[in-house]
Every structure is written in C-alpha cells, then in structure tokens.
C-alpha cells in the first residue's frame, strides 16, 4: 500500500482536509496504521510519506507498537524547515 498522506499539522493558516491531518498532522497517519494490516498480502508493505511537522518519533513509535517492522527508504530537506520521511513499513 503507498500512502501520501495528509500530514501537516492543522493551524489558522491551513486547516484543510487535503494538507492536515488533526492537531499534531500524524492523526490520519496513525489512524491508517491500526487499519491497514487487514489490507495488506501476508508479505505486502506499506510505503508511507510524511513530514518532520508530523511528528516522525509518534509516528514510528505508533507502528512500532502495532508490530510493525519500519525501514527509512529516503529522506529529503525541503527548505530550512520541512524535511520529508519515505519509510516501508511491514507486518
């Protein structure tokens, strides 16, 4: 499954359904991750594409605790304060 979510944190200058994802921009995120597993083939894996805005330590701890096995496939600076994570995460 390849999911480029929403993952920016909702604030007065961007509160839309298509760019945030709730008060700290990983609710989506791991809102996804608890329902996924049930979608996925026994050796299938999630590619995920978030932001250091969205929290990364909540993200990958919130996967780790849903067994999931995490692996940082790139990471990209995207000016002097957003640097995007691609991470495949596997059952």
């Known amino acids: 499954i390849t999911f480029n979510p929403p993952y920016l944190p909702t604030s007065e200058y961007d509160d839309q359904w298509d760019t945030t994802a709730g008060p700290n921009g990983n609710e989506t995120i791991i809102k996804f991750l608890k329902k996924a597993k049930s979608f996925l083939e026994k050796d299938g894996s999630i590619i995920l594409l978030f ?11 919130n996967a780790k605790k849903l067994n999931y096995k995490t692996k940082k496939l790139a990471e ?3 000016g002097f304060f957003e640097r995007l994570y691609v991470y495949e995460l596997k059952p």
């Not at 932001?51 to 701890?61: A, M």
Request: hydrophobic letters at 30%.
């Open 76 to 78: 990209k600076n995207m």
């Open 51 to 61: 932001s250091n805005l969205s929290h990364p330590r909540t993200i990958l701890s």
